[in-house]
């Protein structure tokens, strides 16, 4: 008579079935460390081409830096080298290629002049003053006409009352009367607040007299006698008032 099986209160578990739970507990490790890894790339690699664009800065900064240093001591050639050295570095750097345009206008150069200034106008932090480095270039090479579009580009970026005025003058030399006017203006309204006696009179006068020179085209002078109701209500709108009227017909008086 054989020996009954012995009882056991629950089945004994296997390898396979206890390593079950520690597999999916390692997998899910597992792809939370993938996932981990993928993120820490990914901000590597946004982060690594700015390391690099700052890096590139430094180093057109410093070559920039002195190239001024150099020029500010005469010595044209080393400044020379060292701007050229921060523009091939970093293209970006407005500052470097303004410099260099600046020396090599000096020089003669007037081509390479230009385009390093037309290369500065790339730069946001430049632009107004690489307009204004162009229109002076072009105004001496007797090339008025691009010289004022370049010159109105910096006072529409960096309304500067020195270049308001300059850009003023050429208009009048071009017989330009209403963007004189409109130049002038805003160089009366500047003086009215912040100029001395002396530069309010000035633009006063200068304003009255472009005022009759404009009258044909000035929607504020002649439009009220217009048969055009668009620039009779202009005229109308910027009518000044009764003390600005009488200030500007005293000031009319003193044109010849």
Not at 13 to 28: E, G, I, Q, Y
Not at 32 to 49: D, E, N
Not at 72 to 96: N, W
Not at 172 to 196: K, V
Request: aromatic share 6%; glycine share 6%; proline share 4%.
């Amino acid at each position: 008579m054989g020996v009954p099986a012995r009882q056991v209160p629950f089945p004994l578990l296997s390898s396979r079935v206890l390593a079950r739970p520690w597999n999916a507990r390692h997998a899910t490790c597992g792809r939370r460390a993938t996932l981990a890894a993928g993120v820490l790339s990914w901000l590597l690699s946004l982060s690594a081409p700015a390391h690099a664009e700052s890096f590139v800065r430094r180093l057109a900064e410093r070559a920039l830096e002195r190239g001024i240093a150099q020029e500010a001591r005469g010595d044209i050639a080393q400044a020379l080298t060292s701007y050229d050295e921060a523009v091939r570095t970093d293209s970006t750097l407005g500052a470097a290629a303004l410099r260099l345009g600046a020396l090599r206008e000096r020089l003669g150069d007037r081509n390479e002049a230009e385009f390093l200034y037309t290369h500065a106008l790339s730069a946001r932090e430049t632009s107004a003053d690489a307009y204004y480095a162009r229109a002076l270039l072009r105004n001496g090479g007797q090339r008025r006409r691009e010289a004022i579009a370049d010159l109105a580009e910096s006072v529409a970026l960096s309304p500067l009352p020195a270049r308001l005025r300059l850009l003023g003058g050429w208009y009048i030399e071009a017989r330009l009367w209403p963007a004189a006017l409109a130049i002038w203006r805003a160089l009366a309204a500047n003086a009215e607040q912040t100029g001395t006696e002396a530069e309010r009179r000035e633009a006063r006068v200068t304003v009255s007299a472009l005022s009759w020179l404009a009258a044909d085209t000035d929607p504020v002078q002649a439009g009220e006698s217009s048969d055009d109701w668009i620039r009779r209500s202009l005229a109308r709108a910027a009518r000044p008032a009764r003390s600005t009227r009488s200030e500007a017909q005293g000031a009319r008086k003193l044109t010849p």
